[in-house]
């Protein structure tokens, strides 16, 4: 049994051990899997969908001059970082936009 060293969402630090971590995760499986909670994430993920759809519907065309300015600059983008960029911040509209431009370009 392995002991981790964990940091909480409020920046404090504390031991756990691979048992503590596999109970909780057994116990939120439990606890999201009523279908009260299966209704509310189906909602969600619908929710959710619509605004992705709207936001790829109504999104504007990125000007010329951007675009040329990103064609200039594409060959020094790391795919790795974009690809981090792009999953740790997906619900940031404007740098979706500016994603948007780039691969556009």
Do not use: H, W
């Not at 920046?11 to 009260?36: D, H, V, W, Y």
């Not at 500016?98 to 370009?105: A, M």
Request: charged content about 25%; glycine content about 2%.
């Amino acid at each position: 049994m392995a002991t981790l060293i964990y940091e909480d969402p409020a920046g404090r630090f504390g031991l756990t051990n691979s048992a503590e971590i596999i109970r909780q995760i057994e116990s939120e499986k439990i606890r999201t899997s009523t279908p009260e909670v299966a209704a509310l994430i189906q909602q969600q993920k619908k929710y959710i969908t619509s605004i992705e759809r709207n936001r790829l519907l109504t999104s504007e065309v990125c000007p010329i001059s951007k675009l040329e300015t990103y064609r200039k600059t594409l060959p020094n983008i790391d795919p790795e970082n974009f690809k981090s960029l792009i999953r740790e911040n997906f619900y940031n509209n404007n740098l979706m936009k500016s994603i948007l431009c780039v691969t556009n370009s």
